[in-house]
């Protein structure tokens, strides 16, 4: 690890000490995680897809919902989760209707 020194606001420094307080975590690591979050895109967007596919398998989401997330057509999320051996969901009346309003 490399140490650097930066200069916050007070206002910064003040809700990063907060927020580091209350997690139980040092500013600095703090500042570590909104780099990584700003600059490693690639591992936030894979993030974000994890979240999305778990929350369709609780049902939380539609598999319409989780296609725009995914980035892709119905059909290929319906071939994405085959190939990583996830069930489909089945929805019922309400869920259907509301995947085709949001088509």
Do not use: C, F, P
């Amino acid at each position: 690890m490399k140490r650097t020194n930066i200069m916050l606001t007070d206002e910064q420094h003040s809700l990063l000490t907060e927020i580091a307080g209350r997690e139980g975590s040092s500013l600095g690591e703090k500042v570590r995680e909104a780099i990584n979050r700003v600059y490693n895109m690639g591992d936030y967007i894979q993030r974000k897809k994890e979240i999305a596919i778990e929350a369709y398998k609780e049902g939380l989401i539609s598999l319409g919902k989780l296609s725009e997330i995914l980035g892709l057509d119905q059909v290929s999320t319906r071939n994405y989760l085959k190939e990583r051996g996830i069930n489909l969901q089945v929805q019922d009346k309400k869920g259907l209707l509301r995947d085709i309003i949001n088509a």
